[in-house]
């Protein structure tokens, strides 16, 4: 027996309760090497070590052999050193008390803290009866609503399951504490040994923390039904589980025996002599999780199963999912049709690959590898608080009040220290860079909690150096803060890719659109929608909605930022003008912004947002003072770009700049439209709207724009169109309609192909499809009379065609015969008069002015002259 051996089976309680030492609940007694009053003698239990606190007190600290040799008189105070033969007096005596306590056999080898006789005789330690402990921790399960509340989180139900939950204070199980508990069986269905799955967060926020028991023997949920046929391996516990609770459920399961192996690395020997023995088996089914590990796992298994009689199958678990993952968001019928989609392995049987020909070294290494890799590592900071993080140990809990700060050269912060069991806090704020402060904590922290200081500052050590880490892992992702995207599901992804592959895409698209409650308003719903879709691409779009009061263009803007996934979207309804340059540096980039009141934008603000869509960032030099000198100086900030935009507006006239940077986009201000709308508000009012389909139609759509990638793009027929020469501010026009075709070709980036430089290539479709969306849009470049303004001119000339070409009228008559109110008859009316569409010819300041309309100018025939000169160069392509 070797010294660690008689350190791990001696309890240091053991040693204190033989020489007549009690100790308290808290682990504290009066030390037995000086007189004193108070208890400062500390007993730790998890590393088997004591303490003494006492400055009257020489012998500091030891383990159970260093007490021995002290009290016995073999050591001498002040040092547990101590000369050889004192040392091996200690451990002879150890030996006596292990041997007269439990009646150790000379030979004897400790085994994970058992004794194990290599004679093959009973062991001398108290045999542990695993299957009476699982009787009694799943009587602790019905009693404990933290065991059932996890449970039920993971969907195992307790009425098809035997749970328990370890609520037992014996130190044999102290590991287990906490735990949900699973009993794995031996042939006779005898409980034999014990998995654990922790059901309290961990340092990570993960309740990940698994345990089995020394010498794990037996299998989970038991050894199979010898006729079985088929046979599940999963490849946790909790997996098995899972399909044990839902085998009733889901159709087609109860078919399968399920078996579990231990991890990627976990097909035991004794796994794989039961599977031997099933002389029935047809089939292995491995459905392991849904990432690299588990494949390779598959990959391994195979090689190892694979025999001319068992065919060995796969299912393939949808990326990042396990069996358990797969319940929290599918109905357990999910479960039957991936094993129904299972995929037969096939693979030459060669000698190395048969199913049971791994020498017992390998074995033991394989599990030497298992269990290395089944316990996390501790100590590990929680950090999913910012302003609260959390860092435990074996000595003491830690937590950071208030976060840190970036500066580099200091770690100032707000820490409490509370013991782990009485829950004393100590409350300091100090800079754990500076040595001394990090020492006075210790001692002050030592004396107030009753811990060892010297300890107490190698955990403050530590801790400076995972906050170190976790500060310089934080500092590009906060400059950048890049928002975390959200994985479509694979149901859903496939669903949507064949939807992207489909012909037509963009009717397909607006057809949606309309299902969704997009009543009308043809054309420009589904060119919004590319507008929109274009903030992840590095050439983003923007588009400014013109429309009256009421006219629905705020509607028609919310309705479109709906398609688009919500954590790549902004909307604004004011904006003060320095706010765009108080974000983050990257927080705006690949953001697609919604400004739904344009016209209430201040100056300053209306700036930023110009640069920020036509240079794709925005600079501001600020002042800012240097902490360690004390001086003020400046520096710039800058906020990156790019960001795509919808913004509405009911002025006809903005800012020019503003206009020929964006797409124009006039509502529809028809009585037709106005009918159409009042007769959906009623359908909706009535329940006659499904509004389940519309929620559906919107999510499918998002799940679509996420999984468009930002290809480059070329377009062959780029100077093969040419825009009406006529049109307002031509370059920046031919600019955006050359980008408006490249992102039809994103949104078609499924059906197109690729250069050898991975570039998609435009169709000659997507170029006639970016002119049928947009063609209003380059009508109204050409037109020099706004979206609203024209809507109002043309109703004005079809009322006064109706009464002849030279009829004359009034304002009040207009605005009786065309409904408008009068603040909008008024903008009109004075726009018509600046731009002499419309002349005064009469009337009395009291009695009313009359007008008459001066230039009848023939916009159908515009419309018909550019269509036809668009439509001349595209049947060249």
Same mark, same amino acid.
């Given at each position: 027996?070797?010294?660690? !051996?008689?350190?791990?089976?001696?309890?240091?309680?053991?040693?204190?309760?033989?020489?007549?030492?009690?100790?308290?609940?808290?682990?504290?007694?009066?030390?037995?090497?000086?007189?004193?009053?108070?208890?400062?003698?500390?007993?730790?239990?998890?590393?088997?070590?004591?303490?003494?606190?006492?400055?009257?007190?020489?012998?500091?600290?030891? !383990?159970?052999?260093?007490?021995?040799?002290?009290?016995?008189?073999?050591?001498?105070?002040?040092?547990?050193?101590?000369?050889?033969?004192?040392?091996?007096?200690?451990?002879?005596?150890?030996?006596?008390?292990?041997?007269? =306590?439990?009646?150790?056999?000379?030979?004897?080898?400790?085994?994970?803290g058992s004794l194990v006789n290599p004679n093959g005789a009973s062991p001398c330690l108290s045999q542990i009866n695993y299957a009476a402990d699982f009787e009694k921790m799943e009587s602790s399960f019905l009693s404990s609503s933290l065991g059932k509340a996890y449970a039920e989180k993971r969907n195992l139900d307790r009425s098809k399951l035997a749970i328990g939950y370890n609520a037992l204070k014996s130190s044999k199980f102290n590991?287990?504490? $906490?735990?949900?508990?699973?009993? @794995?069986?031996?042939?006779?269905?005898?409980?034999?040994?014990?998995?654990?799955?922790?059901?309290?967060?961990?340092?990570? $926020?993960?309740?990940?923390?698994?345990?089995?028991?020394?010498?794990?023997?037996? /299998?989970?949920?038991?050894?199979?039904?010898?006729?079985?046929?088929?046979?599940?391996?999963?490849?946790?516990?909790?997996?098995?589980?899972?399909?044990?609770?839902?085998?009733?459920?889901?159709?087609?399961?109860?078919?399968?025996?399920?078996?579990?192996?231990?991890?990627?690395?976990?097909?035991?020997?004794?796994?794989?002599?039961?599977?031997?023995?099933?002389?029935?088996?047809?089939?292995?089914?491995?459905? %392991?999780?849904?990432?690299?590990?588990?494949?390779?796992?598959?990959?391994?298994?195979?090689?190892?199963?694979?025999?001319?009689?068992?065919?060995?199958?796969?299912?393939?678990?949808?990326?990042?999912?396990?069996?358990?993952?797969? @319940? &929290?968001?599918?109905?357990?019928?999910?479960?039957? $049709?991936?094993?129904?989609?299972?995929?037969?392995?096939?693979?030459?049987?060669?000698?190395?690959?048969?199913?049971?020909?791994?020498?017992?070294?390998?074995?033991?290494?394989?599990?030497?590898?298992?269990?290395?890799?089944?316990?996390?590592?501790?100590?590990?900071?929680?950090?999913?608080?910012?302003?609260?993080?959390?860092?435990?140990?074996?000595?003491?809990?830690?937590?950071?009040?208030?976060?840190?700060?970036?500066?580099?050269?200091?770690?100032?912060?707000?820490?409490?220290?509370?013991?782990?069991?009485?829950?004393?806090?100590?409350?300091?704020?100090?800079?754990?860079?500076?040595?001394?402060?990090? &020492?006075?904590?210790?001692?002050?922290?030592?004396?107030?909690?009753?811990?060892?200081?010297?300890?107490?500052?190698?955990?403050?050590?530590?801790?400076?150096?995972?906050?170190?880490?976790?500060?310089?892992?934080?500092?590009?992702? *906060?400059?950048?803060?890049?928002?975390?995207?959200?994985?479509?599901?694979?149901?859903?992804?496939?669903?949507?890719?064949?939807?992207?592959?489909?012909?037509? @895409?963009?009717?397909?698209?607006?057809? /949606?659109?309309?299902?969704?409650?997009?009543?009308?308003?043809?054309?420009?719903?589904?060119?919004?929608?590319?507008?929109?879709?274009?903030?992840?691409?590095?050439?983003?779009?923007?588009?400014?909605?013109?429309?009256?009061?009421?006219?629905?263009?705020?509607?028609?803007?919310?309705?479109?930022?709906?398609?688009?996934?919500?954590?790549?979207?902004?909307?604004?309804?004011?904006?003060? *003008?320095?706010?765009?340059?108080?974000?983050?540096?990257?927080?705006?980039?690949?953001?697609?912004?919604?400004?739904?009141?344009?016209?209430?934008?201040?100056?300053?603000?209306?700036?930023?947002?110009?640069?920020?869509?036509?240079?794709?960032?925005?600079?501001?030099?600020?002042?800012?003072?240097?902490?360690?000198?004390?001086?003020?100086? $400046?520096?710039?900030?800058?906020?990156? =770009?790019?960001?795509?935009?919808?913004?509405?507006?009911?002025?006809?006239?903005?800012? &020019?700049?503003?206009?020929?940077?964006? %797409?124009?986009?006039?509502?529809?201000?028809?009585?037709?439209?106005?009918?159409?709308?009042?007769?959906?508000?009623?359908?909706?009012?009535?329940?006659?709207?499904?509004?389940?389909?519309?929620?559906?139609?919107?999510? %499918?759509?998002?799940?679509?724009?996420? /999984?468009?990638?930002?290809?480059?793009?070329?377009?062959?027929?780029?100077?093969?169109?040419?825009?009406?020469?006529?049109?307002?501010?031509?370059?920046?026009?031919?600019? /955006?309609?050359?980008?408006?075709?490249?992102?039809?070709?994103?949104?078609?980036?499924?059906?197109?192909?690729?250069?050898?430089?991975?570039?998609?290539?435009?169709?000659?479709?997507?170029?006639?499809?970016?002119?049928?969306?947009?063609?209003?849009?380059?009508?109204?470049?050409?037109?020099?009379?706004?979206?609203?303004?024209?809507? %109002?001119?043309?109703?004005?000339?079809?009322?006064?065609?109706?009464?002849?070409?030279?009829?004359?009228?009034?304002?009040?008559?207009?605005?009786?015969?065309?409904?408008?109110?009068?603040?909008?008859?008024?903008?009109?009316?004075?726009?018509?008069?600046?731009?002499?569409?419309?002349?005064?010819?009469?009337?009395?300041?009291?009695?009313?002015?009359?007008?008459?309309?001066?230039?009848?100018?023939?916009?159908?025939? @515009?419309?018909?002259?550019?269509?036809?000169?668009?439509?001349?160069?595209?049947?060249?392509?």
């Open positions: 027996m070797t010294i660690a !051996d008689i350190k791990n089976s001696l309890t240091i309680e053991t040693v204190l309760k033989h020489y007549g030492i009690e100790v308290d609940k808290n682990g504290m007694a009066c030390c037995p090497f000086h007189k004193e009053k108070k208890a400062s003698f500390k007993v730790y239990r998890d590393t088997n070590t004591w303490c003494c606190f006492s400055g009257n007190c020489s012998v500091e600290t030891g !383990d159970v052999i260093d007490f021995i040799g002290l009290k016995e008189g073999f050591l001498s105070g002040g040092s547990v050193v101590g000369c050889k033969e004192g040392k091996h007096q200690a451990i002879l005596k150890a030996k006596e008390l292990l041997g007269s =306590g439990n009646g150790l056999q000379e030979g004897s080898q400790v085994v994970a590991y287990l504490r $906490g735990c949900i508990v699973f009993g @794995l069986r031996d042939k006779s269905g005898k409980v034999v040994s014990l998995y654990g799955r922790s059901v309290s967060a961990n340092n990570k $926020g993960e309740s990940s923390k698994h345990y089995y028991t020394p010498n794990r023997k037996g /299998l989970y949920p038991g050894y199979p039904d010898p006729k079985a046929k088929k046979l599940i391996l999963t490849e946790s516990i909790i997996d098995a589980a899972t399909l044990l609770s839902v085998k009733q459920v889901a159709q087609n399961i109860t078919q399968y025996e399920v078996l579990a192996i231990y991890g990627t690395n976990g097909l035991t020997s004794e796994i794989k002599a039961a599977i031997k023995e099933l002389e029935n088996l047809e089939e292995v089914i491995l459905f %392991f999780d849904g990432d690299s590990a588990g494949r390779a796992a598959v990959d391994k298994c195979v090689k190892e199963l694979k025999s001319e009689n068992l065919v060995v199958s796969s299912v393939s678990t949808p990326e990042g999912e396990d069996i358990n993952s797969l @319940l &929290e968001g599918h109905k357990p019928s999910v479960i039957a $049709g991936l094993l129904k989609d299972r995929t037969p392995i096939v693979q030459e049987t060669t000698q190395e690959n048969t199913p049971f020909s791994l020498t017992e070294n390998e074995v033991q290494l394989k599990e030497k590898s298992r269990e290395s890799s089944e316990h996390p590592t501790d100590n590990i900071l929680n950090t999913n608080n910012a302003n609260n993080i959390k860092c435990f140990t074996e000595l003491a809990n830690y937590y950071i009040k208030g976060g840190i700060r970036k500066d580099l050269d200091s770690l100032k912060v707000t820490l409490v220290i509370e013991h782990p069991e009485h829950k004393t806090k100590s409350r300091n704020k100090l800079d754990l860079y500076e040595d001394k402060q990090t &020492e006075k904590i210790s001692r002050e922290a030592a004396t107030k909690l009753q811990l060892r200081s010297d300890l107490i500052e190698r955990d403050l050590n530590l801790l400076t150096d995972l906050l170190d880490e976790y500060r310089e892992s934080i500092a590009p992702s *906060e400059e950048k803060q890049e928002t975390k995207s959200i994985e479509v599901q694979p149901l859903a992804r496939a669903k949507c890719i064949d939807f992207l592959k489909s012909p037509k @895409l963009l009717n397909r698209i607006n057809e /949606l659109i309309e299902k969704a409650g997009v009543v009308g308003e043809k054309y420009n719903r589904v060119f919004l929608f590319g507008i929109a879709s274009s903030y992840k691409m590095s050439n983003t779009l923007h588009a400014l909605i013109q429309g009256s009061s009421g006219s629905g263009k705020t509607h028609l803007l919310a309705t479109i930022m709906d398609f688009m996934p919500p954590e790549d979207t902004i909307s604004l309804t004011r904006v003060t *003008e320095s706010s765009f340059y108080n974000y983050g540096e990257y927080e705006l980039q690949n953001k697609l912004i919604a400004m739904e009141d344009f016209d209430g934008l201040e100056e300053k603000a209306e700036l930023a947002f110009r640069e920020m869509q036509s240079k794709g960032m925005i600079s501001t030099s600020t002042s800012v003072k240097n902490e360690v000198t004390g001086k003020i100086a $400046g520096v710039v900030k800058y906020v990156y =770009g790019p960001i795509a935009s919808l913004s509405a507006t009911t002025k006809g006239e903005i800012y &020019e700049d503003n206009m020929s940077r964006c %797409f124009l986009v006039a509502v529809d201000e028809s009585h037709e439209q106005t009918q159409r709308i009042i007769q959906h508000q009623n359908k909706r009012a009535a329940g006659h709207v499904n509004e389940k389909q519309e929620a559906e139609i919107k999510e %499918f759509l998002r799940n679509c724009i996420r /999984l468009l990638k930002p290809y480059k793009t070329i377009n062959p027929f780029a100077d093969k169109i040419q825009l009406p020469p006529q049109a307002h501010k031509i370059r920046r026009l031919n600019d /955006l309609f050359q980008s408006y075709v490249k992102q039809i070709t994103l949104l078609n980036q499924f059906q197109r192909d690729k250069d050898k430089y991975g570039r998609l290539i435009t169709a000659k479709e997507d170029v006639e499809t970016a002119i049928e969306i947009m063609f209003d849009s380059i009508i109204l470049k050409v037109d020099e009379l706004d979206g609203s303004l024209r809507n %109002f001119y043309e109703k004005l000339k079809s009322y006064v065609l109706s009464k002849g070409k030279g009829y004359e009228f009034t304002r009040l008559e207009i605005r009786q015969a065309l409904k408008v109110s009068k603040t909008q008859q008024h903008s009109y009316m004075n726009q018509l008069l600046e731009l002499e569409y419309i002349q005064q010819v009469g009337g009395h300041v009291n009695r009313g002015f009359k007008y008459k309309i001066q230039y009848w100018d023939n916009n159908e025939k @515009l419309r018909n002259d550019i269509r036809e000169y668009l439509n001349t160069q595209l049947g060249d392509l």
